[in-house]
T-cell receptor, first 117, second 110 residues
Framework: EAGVAQSPRYKIIEKRQSVAFWCNPISGHATLYWYQQILGQGPKLLIQFQNNGVVDDSQLPKDRFSAERLKGVDSTLKIQPAKLEDSAVYLC???????????????FGPGTRLTVL | QKEVEQNSGPLSVPEGAIASLNCTYSDRVSQSFFWYRQYSGKSPELIMSIYSNGDKEDGRFTAQLNKASQYVSLLIRDSQPSDSATYLCAGYNAGNMLTFGGGTRLMVKP
């Protein structure tokens, strides 16, 4: 079974530029997550989709970050304009249909390492 | 108080020893927990999940959950140099978000 796919793997941009990341979840996984992981910290959830609807985006900096999952499969995360503090690894994860109670195992893709200069 | 807390380490153990990794959690975190292993420069890999009080064993790994004391632990028996990585503890909070500790770096010395 193929895992979560992400691209690009690495991206270097200047501050104030825009960037987009792509994610394709494990086949059959209805729930998709985007995380930000800053060096030395655990991943922090940015946004969660269930099929093509947003479940939680409370930690997404909406003035510069946006995400979509139009057909309920793959997803894109965009940053515009980027700031120096956005330098991090952006991880996509997926799980089977998420249910309350938290019994949802999440599987991560390889991540995109973003450097903002 | 952070929702999930871990000692950042590094925890250094000799090859063949038992490595014990610990994690505590707040009242805002629910009763299901996960351990992820993250090699340097790689993404987190799920190695154990535990939902109920007690022990759960899978090969050389044992996860322990103590709800009364609000801690989760991961034991790695017969530690190998290939186990050297950062181990992340995670649990679901009241908002149904998976929240992570900062990770413990484990070093297994040959």
């Amino acid at each position: 079974e193929a895992g979560v796919a992400q691209s690009p793997r690495y991206k270097i941009i200047e501050k104030r530029q825009s960037v987009a990341f792509w994610c394709n979840p494990i086949s059959g996984h209805a729930t998709l997550y985007w995380y930000q992981q800053i060096l030395g910290q655990g991943p922090k959830l940015l946004i969660q989709f269930q099929n093509n609807g947003v479940v939680d985006d409370s930690q997404l900096p909406k003035d510069r970050f946006s995400a979509e999952r139009l057909k309920g499969v793959d997803s894109t995360l965009k940053i515009q304009p980027a700031k120096l503090e956005d330098s991090a690894v952006y991880l996509c994860a997926s799980s089977l249909l998420a249910v309350r109670g938290g019994y949802n195992e999440q599987f991560f893709g390889p991540g995109t390492r973003l450097t903002v200069l | 108080q952070k929702e999930v807390e871990q000692n950042s380490g590094p925890l250094s153990v000799p090859e063949g020893a038992i490595a014990s990794l610990n994690c505590t959690y707040s009242d805002r975190v629910s009763q299901s927990f996960f351990w992820y292993r993250q090699y340097s420069g790689k993404s987190p890999e799920l190695i154990m999940s535990i939902y109920s009080n007690g022990d759960k064993e899978d090969g050389r790994f044992t996860a322990q959950l103590n709800k009364a004391s609000q801690y989760v632990s991961l034991l790695i028996r017969d530690s190998q140099p290939s186990d050297s990585a950062t181990y992340l503890c995670a649990g679901y909070n009241a908002g149904n978000m998976l929240t992570f500790g900062g990770g413990t770096r484990l070093m297994v010395k040959p």
